[in-house]
């Protein structure tokens, strides 16, 4: 355990300094090639549970210390000893002998360990006293910052709390069947011959009971099924594809959607991404379902000027950057990396992109606005801002069950999307 407490104060660390969690875990492997496939597990899960449930973590310490610690790294070991007493399986004593034996490797004297130890302690004597302390304060409670709590709380009063514990749980695993190989239920028999229950959702979505390496999943290797939530499985549906249509799917990375919209009809695809990293996940995903595509792009969707050939798209995905506000259970470090003043850099980004996109369809075609958040300023006020500057755009209605004015809200089942269907006229 002390390996991995290690690693793992060591990834928390970075990331609460800027960093990416996902690439910070990536260099961690790299940087400790001998690590076995269960303390990488390990390693994953304590630094996804801290940055989880910071917010609490962080009102936790703050009541235990009687001055601030400004060491870092021993914050960061104290942060995630709290969350291995709080949310793991682990003895206490345990986590508590394991922390000041990291300590003391990280060069901590013996007043030191001796902090480590009295503060460990004292959590588990008095915990629920203090976890009804930490509560009283809304970054506390929700483990959001207190800005992005104030913002859904004015903009879904009657849902923001649902909201912000369905940010905190761990996200759902859900599959697409490619239904050009194989139907729906005869995949569902396939897993639970398998031993793996799932549920079917209301798109035809497939979420497992118990989540599962993908080299497990029947026929993965071979296109049989993609992952992918359920909230994004609309996507492609939405956006009303026919053979013989000439599509543009920008922004596509990593090729979820992209590989729907080729599963539903035989089409003239163009797949744009101006990150030449992430386009090549799409041609990995791409070749796993034996699906060839008229052209792959690594280009800026703000400048068709740069990438187009002129000729008018029937259809066009815009699945747009965005805070990403709506999948931070997939991704907890988003909540403490991000600041209100981004939303305002992703709308104008936005706003530029869906306006250089227009010009590229075709009179009669129609695109699908996409983001994964769930905030105002990147969906709704940004589709009506659109409207109100282009007399050819018309928004198309949308009864998708569970969505309300486009904005899908994260639970249970799927994680946060927004889709606005325009036809031009």
């Not at 917010?55 to 790294?73: E, H, S, T």
């Not at 109100?388 to 009864?399: C, E, G, N």
Request: aromatic share 8%.
């Amino acid at each position: 355990m002390i390996k991995t407490q290690q690693v793992a104060v060591a990834t928390v660390d970075k990331v609460l300094a800027g960093a990416s969690l996902t690439a910070e875990l990536q260099v961690s492997w790299r940087a400790n090639p001998a690590l076995s496939n269960q303390q990488r597990g390990a390693i994953q899960d304590l630094s996804y549970g801290v940055l989880r449930f910071y917010g609490q973590l962080d009102a936790l310490l703050k009541l235990l210390l009687k001055k601030p610690l400004y060491d870092k790294r021993l914050r960061c070991l104290l942060l995630v000893s709290l969350y291995q007493l709080q949310y793991s399986k682990a003895p206490p004593y345990a986590v508590v002998d394991h922390a000041v034996s990291t300590a003391r490797f990280m060069g901590g004297n013996k007043g030191i360990q001796g902090l480590i130890n009295a503060i460990l302690r004292n959590f588990i004597r008095q915990r629920t006293t203090l976890l009804e302390q930490a509560a009283l304060d809304d970054e506390g409670r929700y483990s959001h910052p207190q800005w992005w709590i104030d913002k859904l709380r004015l903009q879904y009063p009657q849902s923001y709390q649902a909201v912000l514990e369905a940010d905190n749980q761990h996200p759902p695993m859900t599959l697409r069947v490619n239904r050009r190989q194989i139907g729906v239920d005869e995949y569902r028999e396939l897993l639970e011959t398998a031993g793996m229950p799932v549920q079917l959702l209301w798109n035809n979505a497939l979420k497992l009971r118990q989540p599962v390496g993908v080299e497990k999943l029947p026929g993965f290797a071979d296109g049989l099924v993609t992952i992918q939530d359920a909230g994004a499985q609309l996507a492609a549906p939405l956006l009303d594809v026919h053979d013989g249509m000439r599509v543009l799917d920008a922004c596509a990375a990593p090729g979820g959607k992209t590989t729907h919209l080729m599963e539903l009809a035989q089409v003239a695809l163009t797949v744009l991404d101006n990150d030449a990293e992430r386009l090549a996940r799409v041609e990995q995903n791409l070749d796993r379902l034996k699906i060839k595509v008229n052209h792959l792009i690594c280009d800026d969707a703000a400048y068709p000027s740069q990438w187009w050939d002129g000729k008018p798209f029937d259809r066009i995905l815009a699945d747009v950057p965005c805070s990403a506000s709506g999948v931070v259970r997939r991704h907890p470090d988003i909540k403490w990396l991000r600041r209100e003043r981004d939303l305002l850099k992703f709308s104008a980004s936005q706003q530029v992109i869906l306006n250089a996109l227009w010009q590229t369809l075709s009179k009669g075609g129609k695109l699908l606005y996409v983001t994964c958040s769930v905030f105002a300023e990147e969906n709704r006020w940004q589709v009506e801002d659109f409207l109100y500057h282009h007399s050819d755009a018309r928004q198309l209605p949308l009864t998708q069950v569970g969505m309300i004015d486009g904005q899908l809200l994260p639970d249970s089942q799927h994680d946060g999307f927004f889709y606005t269907l325009l036809h031009k006229t």
